[in-house]
């Protein structure tokens, strides 16, 4: 049974930083695609970022480029969301999402698991 745990919301400040977590467990394909979706109030859930386990190709939403940072620990089998400058418009519920081989997320194609969310609020 496949497991996604987030941890690392919050919080902060306009111009702070937050960094999520999310542990997987049970998902054991040699290259997954891992990422961060986020639903803010009054608008439909988005992709925020992704990544290839396999060849750590990223992808980022273009509100995020320069801001969100997505990274891998495998042995871990963890996936980190760097946030800087956040701002009022990025609080919301961030959730993990994974699925099983490459990235296909931006074509559609929905994730496989859920996260079960963690909240980020940004305060100005």
């Known amino acids: 049974q496949v497991q996604l745990v987030e941890s690392g919301g919050g919080s902060v400040q306009t111009g702070g930083s937050l960094r999520l977590s999310c542990a997987a467990s049970g998902f054991t394909h040699a290259s997954n695609c891992m990422g961060w979706f986020r639903q803010t109030p009054g608008k439909e859930r988005e992709l925020v970022a992704n990544?290839?386990?396999?060849?750590?190709?990223?992808y980022y939403a273009d509100s995020m480029k320069g801001r969100f940072l997505i990274s891998q620990d495998n042995a871990a089998n963890t996936v980190f969301l760097q946030m800087n400058s956040l701002n009022p418009e990025d609080t919301g519920m961030y959730y993990c999402?994974?699925?099983?081989?490459?990235?296909?997320?931006?074509?559609?194609?929905?994730?496989?698991?859920w996260g079960q969310g963690t909240q980020v609020t940004v305060s100005s």
């Open positions: 999402a994974a699925s099983r081989g490459v990235c296909r997320w931006t074509r559609g194609a929905p994730p496989n698991y």
């Open positions: 990544i290839n386990t396999g060849d750590r190709r990223s």
